[in-house]
């Protein structure tokens, strides 16, 4: 069986449906209408015609010399899913599910979000198709993407401060699957990731790889061959599962998700879930977690929203126990280093949580020598951080930004 | 079929005074001692069935109340452990018999089979899982047959027939019949949909069922008990001890066993 064969519940041991009877009836008839829109080439129709005049699709692929001599002369590509509408690789998969709760005849979205990002394309979609809709973002998010909080206000969406736990994406997730529970009979949950019970993390993965389908055949077109290395970085795993897609079955192609470092890896404030977690069940799914001795869930730390995340996607679990891929943390430094560098030697300025596979694309390049040719997934553009990023770098260049 | 303590419990229950009461507390609420006394109590009060809830830093079946309580119980410190020494602790001074009420990943860790042994050690009925059903269960089905415990599975209204019959082959103990699309937390209105649901389950078989989630006074569970044959009443409970302590969760108790003890036992 070819690796890209994977369609769930289960991928290997992980994956599956863990959830409560409440909610089994929704998620079938969720499996059951994708199932159909598979073969429907109407809805594969519609959802490219919609890619085609509001997304931006296909996304470009920008090569980055400036950048790639910090990086061991190794020459590096980005994909770029910062130049989708609403500004990054989150529209994909949200215009799909979207189309599909049109077929169930829902009225109302309702999603998590942590950078705000996924949250944003939410509620465009809710707008371009005249649903209403809920976000549901922890209250730490709130302050630190607050520009993303207006954007999702400005689009007609109400946001919701989530205020319990530990105030982030996995307390966010938790509401919404309270507000789904209760509303379940016009409301969709618009997942935003490859996490979450059967059919979630396929049929995520399933919008999201159109990012490596495009990227294969455009790299293949520039270089002639297939690049060395594919780099991403994962939260709950989207942008990476949708980059690392068209690949899995390429041996030669070496894949490589850069998980949130946090503070670092001995300091205990991470999000390097697939490195320091251990197998459990959180949101559904059976996945590698950041977990206590007594399998409660540990509170994750990213300077980055969008990856301050305790859990991953299972298909994620499943290639890092088969070995496929390769799963590194970057710290929040690491990151922002990248981030910083982007920005000056090639004029793009990266989401912080894209920042993360820059930085590990840095050490792929010294890693794998000049011969090398890296694609690394921008995930996403960098305008909602301008506040975090002006604070961390005012504090650290105290006085001059300039040397 | 082996025996079910719990069954046996709410059958006679139903015939003395026409259906059981069913109380959740979580453990370590507000502290490890207290919790044990608020259980005690309630049984002193009449409640027929204990469900003491395992804490877990992710309550999606929760509302605000339980989660609040929870989330205390962890911050003060609750291991899963303590589930052991609480159970022991209440069954050592009242007979009536303890589910425990469990997210799955804390059992998942602490290991399926020495959990189940653990439990019954301690003199534990079974388990109540709100976030596994029958079909992604297979570890709790074996693990509970061997060491004889009950489990409990949820039917949901939105739940197929070949759903409620699911849960119906699968539970032992009693089928917990969610009374309303939503999450736990009183409820001014126990929906209808509780007595439809509860009449299908029936026509698949499930005996004993319990209602549960929005009760929270004497006439809800009166009302209830008029089709079903147990009431759960959580959140109100929970509500009572963070407000007023042991004595003001034991009075609340004692009015809704008069609630249950009203039920004329031939429903109408
Ligand atoms: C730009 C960007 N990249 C990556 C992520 C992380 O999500 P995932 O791992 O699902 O791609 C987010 C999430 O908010 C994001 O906004």
Same mark, same amino acid.
């Given at each position: 069986?070819?690796?890209?064969?994977?369609?769930?519940?289960?991928?290997?041991?992980?994956? *599956?449906?863990?959830?409560?009877?409440?909610?089994?009836?929704?998620?079938?008839?969720?499996?059951?209408?994708?199932?159909?829109?598979?073969?429907?080439?109407?809805? @594969?129709?519609?959802?490219?015609?919609?890619?085609?005049?509001?997304?931006?699709?296909?996304?470009?692929?920008?090569?980055?010399?400036?950048?790639?001599?910090?990086?061991?002369?190794?020459?590096?590509?980005?994909?770029?899913?910062?130049?989708?509408?609403? *500004?990054?690789?989150?529209?994909?998969?949200?215009?799909?599910?979207?189309?599909?709760?049109?077929?169930?005849?829902?009225?109302?979205?309702?999603?998590?979000? *942590?950078?705000?990002?996924?949250?944003?394309?939410?509620?465009?979609?809710? #707008?371009?198709?005249?649903?209403?809709?809920?976000?549901?973002?922890?209250?730490?998010?709130?302050? $630190?993407?607050?520009?993303?909080?207006? $954007?999702?206000?400005?689009?007609?969406?109400?946001?919701?401060?989530?205020?319990?736990?530990?105030?982030?994406?996995?307390?966010?997730?938790?509401?919404?699957?309270?507000?789904?529970?209760?509303?379940?009979?016009?409301?969709?949950?618009?997942?935003?990731? =490859?996490?979450?019970?059967?059919?979630?993390?396929?049929?995520?993965?399933?919008?999201?790889?159109?990012?490596?389908?495009?990227?294969?055949?455009?790299?293949?077109?520039?270089?002639?061959?297939?690049?060395?290395?594919?780099?991403?970085?994962?939260?709950?795993?989207?942008?990476?599962?949708?980059?690392?897609?068209?690949?899995?079955?390429?041996?030669?192609?070496?894949?490589?998700?850069?998980?949130?470092?946090?503070?670092?890896?001995?300091?205990?404030?991470?999000?390097?879930?697939?490195?320091?977690?251990?197998?459990?069940?959180?949101?559904?799914?059976?996945?590698?977690?950041?977990?206590?001795?007594?399998?409660?869930?540990?509170?994750?730390?990213?300077?980055?929203?969008?990856?301050?995340?305790? *859990?991953?996607?299972?298909?994620?679990?499943?290639?890092?126990?088969?070995?496929?891929?390769?799963?590194?943390?970057?710290?929040?430094?690491?990151?922002?280093?990248?981030?910083?560098?982007?920005?000056?030697?090639?004029?793009?300025?990266?989401?912080?949580?894209?920042?993360?596979?820059?930085?590990? #694309?840095?050490?792929?390049?010294?890693?794998?020598?000049?011969?090398?040719?890296?694609?690394?997934?921008?995930?996403?553009?960098?305008?909602?951080?301008?506040?975090?990023?002006?604070?961390?770098?005012?504090?650290?260049?105290?006085?001059?930004?300039?040397? | 079929?082996?025996?079910?303590?719990?069954?046996?419990?709410?059958?006679?229950?139903?015939?003395?005074?026409?259906?059981?009461?069913?109380?959740?507390?979580?453990?370590?609420?507000?502290?490890?001692?207290?919790?044990?006394?608020?259980?005690?109590?309630?049984?002193?009060?009449?409640?027929?069935?204990?469900?003491?809830?395992?804490?877990?830093?992710?309550?999606?079946?929760?509302?605000?109340?339980?989660? @609040?309580?929870?989330?205390?119980?962890?911050?003060?410190?609750?291991? =899963?452990?303590?589930?052991?020494?609480?159970?022991?602790?209440?069954?050592?001074?009242?007979?009536?018999?303890?589910?425990?009420?469990?997210?799955?990943?804390?059992?998942?860790?602490?290991?399926?089979?020495?959990?189940?042994?653990?439990?019954?050690?301690?003199?534990?009925?079974?388990?109540?899982?709100?976030?596994?059903?029958?079909?992604?269960? @297979?570890?709790?089905?074996?693990?509970?047959?061997?060491?004889?415990?009950?489990?409990?599975?949820?039917?949901?209204?939105?739940?197929?027939?070949?759903?409620?019959?699911?849960?119906?082959?699968?539970?032992?103990?009693?089928?917990?019949?969610?009374?309303?699309?939503?999450?736990?937390?009183?409820?001014?209105?126990?929906?209808?949909?509780?007595?439809?649901?509860?009449?299908?389950?029936?026509?698949?078989?499930?005996?004993?069922?319990?209602?549960?989630?929005?009760?929270?006074?004497?006439?809800?569970?009166?009302?209830?008990?008029?089709?079903?044959?147990?009431?759960?009443?959580?959140?109100?409970?929970?509500?009572?001890?963070?407000?007023?302590?042991?004595?003001?969760?034991?009075?609340?108790?004692?009015?809704?066993? $008069?609630?249950?003890?009203?039920?004329?036992?031939?429903?109408?």
């Amino acid at each position: 069986m070819a690796l890209r064969d994977g369609e769930g519940p289960f991928f290997g041991e992980f994956g *599956g449906r863990y959830m409560p009877e409440s909610l089994i009836a929704a998620l079938d008839e969720l499996s059951e209408a994708w199932q159909a829109a598979k073969l429907d080439p109407e809805f @594969a129709g519609e959802l490219a015609a919609l890619h085609r005049t509001y997304t931006g699709r296909p996304s470009i692929i920008t090569e980055v010399p400036r950048f790639a001599a910090h990086a061991g002369g190794a020459r590096i590509i980005l994909k770029r899913e910062d130049l989708n509408h609403t *500004g990054s690789h989150k529209i994909n998969n949200v215009l799909g599910q979207a189309l599909l709760v049109k077929r169930l005849g829902k009225t109302r979205l309702i999603a998590e979000t *942590g950078a705000g990002q996924h949250g944003v394309a939410t509620a465009t979609a809710a #707008a371009l198709f005249g649903m209403s809709c809920t976000i549901y973002m922890g209250e730490v998010d709130t302050k $630190r993407q607050a520009l993303n909080v207006a $954007r999702m206000r400005l689009l007609g969406a109400e946001v919701v401060p989530v205020t319990n736990g530990s105030r982030t994406l996995k307390d966010a997730i938790n509401e919404a699957f309270r507000d789904w529970v209760a509303n379940v009979e016009t409301t969709h949950y618009l997942l935003g990731t =490859v996490s979450g019970p059967h059919p979630f993390p396929a049929m995520v993965r399933d919008f999201q790889k159109i990012i490596g389908e495009e990227a294969r055949a455009q790299v293949l077109e520039l270089t002639g061959a297939l690049p060395t290395a594919v780099a991403a970085c994962v939260g709950g795993g989207s942008n990476a599962i949708g980059i690392f897609h068209a690949f899995l079955d390429d041996p030669s192609v070496k894949l490589f998700g850069f998980e949130p470092g946090g503070f670092g890896l001995d300091s205990g404030k991470h999000g390097a879930t697939l490195e320091m977690g251990r197998p459990g069940i959180l949101h559904g799914n059976r996945t590698y977690v950041l977990q206590d001795e007594d399998g409660q869930t540990m509170e994750s730390h990213s300077i980055s929203a969008g990856l301050d995340y305790p *859990g991953v996607g299972p298909e994620h679990a499943w290639l890092k126990d088969l070995g496929r891929a390769t799963y590194r943390a970057i710290t929040d430094d690491e990151a922002m280093q990248a981030f910083r560098l982007l920005s000056r030697t090639e004029g793009i300025i990266p989401a912080i949580e894209s920042a993360h596979a820059l930085a590990g #694309a840095i050490q792929l390049g010294h890693e794998l020598g000049p011969d090398a040719v890296i694609l690394v997934n921008l995930s996403g553009r960098g305008d909602k951080d301008m506040e975090t990023a002006g604070r961390y770098f005012g504090v650290l260049d105290e006085g001059g930004a300039e040397q | 079929m082996s025996a079910s303590p719990v069954a046996d419990a709410i059958h006679a229950a139903k015939a003395a005074q026409g259906g059981a009461l069913i109380g959740y507390l979580p453990i370590g609420f507000p502290d490890l001692e207290q919790s044990v006394e608020a259980a005690v109590a309630l049984v002193e009060a009449g409640v027929d069935v204990l469900e003491l809830g395992l804490p877990y830093s992710d309550p999606v079946m929760d509302g605000p109340v339980i989660q @609040a309580a929870t989330q205390a119980a962890l911050v003060a410190g609750f291991r =899963v452990k303590d589930v052991f020494t609480a159970v022991r602790a209440v069954r050592e001074r009242v007979r009536a018999p303890i589910l425990v009420m469990t997210y799955w990943n804390p059992v998942l860790q602490y290991g399926v089979e020495r959990f189940a042994d653990d439990l019954k050690a301690a003199g534990g009925a079974g388990l109540i899982t709100p976030d596994i059903t029958p079909d992604s269960a @297979a570890d709790w089905l074996a693990a509970s047959e061997r060491a004889g415990l009950d489990r409990v599975f949820l039917a949901a209204p939105t739940s197929t027939d070949e759903r409620l019959r699911l849960a119906a082959a699968h539970s032992r103990g009693f089928v917990y019949t969610v009374s309303t699309m939503g999450i736990t937390g009183a409820r001014t209105d126990v929906d209808a949909a509780a007595r439809t649901l509860a009449t299908r389950l029936r026509a698949v078989g499930a005996d004993p069922i319990c209602v549960g989630i929005g009760i929270s006074t004497p006439e809800q569970v009166h009302d209830v008990l008029r089709y079903a044959d147990g009431a759960i009443v959580g959140s109100a409970l929970v509500k009572a001890l963070a407000d007023g302590g042991v004595s003001a969760v034991a009075s609340l108790a004692a009015a809704l066993a $008069r609630g249950a003890r009203d039920t004329p036992s031939l429903a109408d």
